[in-house]
C-alpha cells in the first residue's frame, strides 16, 4: 500500500483506487467509490460492505469487524461503518496526507486515523463483497494483529483516552 500510494503520488493523478488482491471486491464497485472523490465531495472514499447490507457476513466475522470499526472510529474521531474495508479511493489530498508507518494488517485503521488528523474528508460508498470458501488466514490471529496495531495507534494519537479510561475505572473499582 505504501509503496504504490509513494508511485501514484509521482504521477499525480485525479484518483487512485486500492482493492486487496484477494478477488473479493468487485470492479463493478469503482464508478461509484470514484464518484465522490471527482466531484471534489470527498478526498477518501471508503468502500463499506455494511452500508447498506447487501454483502452477506459470517456472524462472527460481523462481530469481529464492528468491535474493530468501533475502536477505530473511537480513536479517530471519524465515523465509519467498516473501517476494515479493503477498498479505497483517494484524491490528490489524501494522497499526499497518508504517509502510512504501518506495515501490518492496521493500515486501515492507520488511513482513518491520519484522515482526522489531516482533516480529510471521508465518506463511504455501499460495495458487494463476494466471500469464496476457505479462508486462508486465520481469523483469531488476523483480528488479533489488527486489535493490536489500533491498540498501538489509540495509545500514540489519544494518550488519555487509552490510559484515562482504564486509570478512571480502576480508581472508581478499587
Not at 455494511?50 to 477505530?72: E, I, K, N
Not at 497518508?98 to 460508498?125: G, H, I, K, P
Not at 469464496?132 to 489519544?158: A, M, T, Y
Request: proline content about 5%; overall charge positive; aromatic content about 6%.
Amino acid at each position: 500500500i505504501r509503496s504504490g500510494l509513494a508511485a501514484a503520488r509521482e504521477f499525480q493523478p485525479r484518483a487512485v483506487v486500492l482493492m486487496d488482491a484477494d478477488g473479493q471486491h468487485r470492479f463493478e464497485d469503482v464508478p461509484a467509490l470514484l464518484r465522490p472523490i471527482l466531484a471534489d465531495e470527498a478526498d477518501v472514499a471508503v468502500g463499506s460492505r455494511f452500508a447498506d447490507g447487501r454483502t452477506r457476513v459470517a456472524p462472527l466475522r460481523r462481530a469481529a469487524q464492528h468491535g474493530l470499526t468501533w475502536l477505530s472510529n473511537v480513536g479517530s474521531g471519524i465515523k465509519l461503518t467498516d473501517s476494515q474495508s479493503g477498498m479505497r479511493a483517494f484524491g490528490p489530498r489524501a494522497m499526499n496526507a497518508l504517509l502510512l508507518t504501518s506495515s501490518s494488517m492496521a493500515a486501515a485503521s492507520e488511513m482513518q486515523f491520519l484522515a482526522s488528523d489531516a482533516n480529510l474528508r471521508v465518506c463511504e460508498v455501499p460495495i458487494q463483497i463476494r466471500y469464496f470458501g476457505d479462508v486462508k488466514r486465520n481469523l483469531v490471529g488476523h483480528g488479533v494483529e489488527v486489535l493490536n496495531g489500533i491498540l498501538l495507534l489509540v495509545s500514540q494519537r489519544r494518550p488519555l483516552l487509552f490510559f484515562g479510561v482504564p486509570g478512571l475505572l480502576l480508581v472508581i473499582m478499587a
